[in-house]
């Protein structure tokens, strides 16, 4: 149960990552939230959408393995290291922030998975 609750909020950090990259970029909380200019956001705003798709793969990917209950482990396990590589790879490249704000909380509940 535990590993599902944390699957849960990983999948919500990234629908919410999804919202600021896809809907709120060049708006006042996406430009606030990643400290863009408002020509920044605008030239930019094409990359940030793409980028919003990938999260939400990433959520359909987690709900579609919390969905499947028992059988989804290998689904949530799947997406749930997709996650944490890319939470280490946006650390590495844009900012250490993102380990623990993404990589971490999917660590967690990947380690709560497979210990459960």
Same mark, same amino acid.
């Given at each position: !149960?535990? $590993?599902n609750?944390?699957? @849960?909020?990983?999948a #919500?950090?990234?629908?919410?990552? !999804?919202y600021?990259?896809m /809907? $709120?970029?060049?708006? &006042? #909380? @996406? %430009?606030?939230?990643? %400290?863009?200019? &408002?020509?920044?956001?605008?030239a930019?705003?094409a990359?940030? !959408?793409? +980028?919003?798709l990938?999260?939400?793969? =990433?959520?359909?990917g #987690?709900?579609? @393995? ?18 944490i590589?890319?939470? /280490?790879?946006?650390a #590495?490249?844009?900012? %250490?922030?993102?380990?623990?704000? +993404?990589?971490? &909380? $999917?660590?967690?509940a =990947?380690?709560?998975?497979?210990y459960?």
């Open positions: !149960m535990i $590993a609750v944390l699957t @849960g909020l990983v #919500l950090l990234h629908l919410y990552f !999804m600021l990259e /809907i $709120a970029w060049d708006k &006042p #909380l @996406g %430009r606030k939230t990643f %400290r863009l200019t &408002p020509e920044f956001a605008a930019s705003k990359l940030a !959408m793409n +980028q919003g990938y999260n939400g793969f =990433l959520v359909a #987690l709900v579609w @393995g919390l969905w499947l209950g028992e059988a989804g482990f290998a689904i949530k396990a799947f997406f749930l290291g997709c996650v590589a890319a939470g /280490i790879f946006g #590495l490249t844009v900012s %250490r922030k993102i380990l623990y704000v +993404q990589a971490l &909380p $999917a660590l967690l =990947l380690l709560a998975l497979v459960a």
